[in-house]
């Protein structure tokens, strides 16, 4: 009697450690799949605060073509300089 007793007391205890490992894995994939979502969440909240990609382009393109008049603007102004002190330079070198 007391041997089945004892019997049955090991199978109990070796059924909760199974039990036990079972339960050890669900909560690592548990933990797993919050850390996961979490990290989620915070790239979900990053991208959310950003421009979306039609305002970015629109202000890329106003920036290129602000660029693009400030080039051609400064190439004028040189252009217009070498244009007004090239012949000054020139008649002061042809009195050498």
């Given at each position: 009697?007391?041997?089945?007793l004892?019997?049955?007391?090991?199978?109990?205890?070796e059924?909760?450690k199974?039990?036990?490992?079972?339960?050890?894995?669900?909560?690592?994939?548990?933990?797993?799949?919050?850390?996961?979502?979490?990290?989620?969440?915070?790239?979900?909240?990053?991208?959310?605060?950003k421009?979306?990609?039609?305002?970015?382009?629109g202000k890329?393109?106003?920036?290129?073509t602000?660029?693009?008049?400030?080039?051609v603007?400064?190439?004028?102004?040189?252009?217009?300089?070498?244009?007004?002190?090239l012949p000054?330079?020139?008649?002061?070198?042809a009195?050498?």
């Amino acid at each position: 009697m007391y041997a089945d007793l004892g019997e049955e007391v090991k199978h109990e205890i070796e059924e909760t450690k199974k039990e036990i490992d079972s339960s050890k894995s669900l909560l690592e994939e548990a933990t797993k799949h919050r850390k996961h979502s979490m990290e989620y969440d915070a790239l979900a909240k990053l991208i959310e605060s950003k421009p979306d990609r039609k305002i970015t382009d629109g202000k890329r393109q106003e920036i290129e073509t602000d660029l693009l008049l400030i080039t051609v603007s400064y190439s004028m102004d040189n252009y217009y300089y070498y244009q007004s002190v090239l012949p000054i330079h020139a008649s002061s070198c042809a009195l050498y």
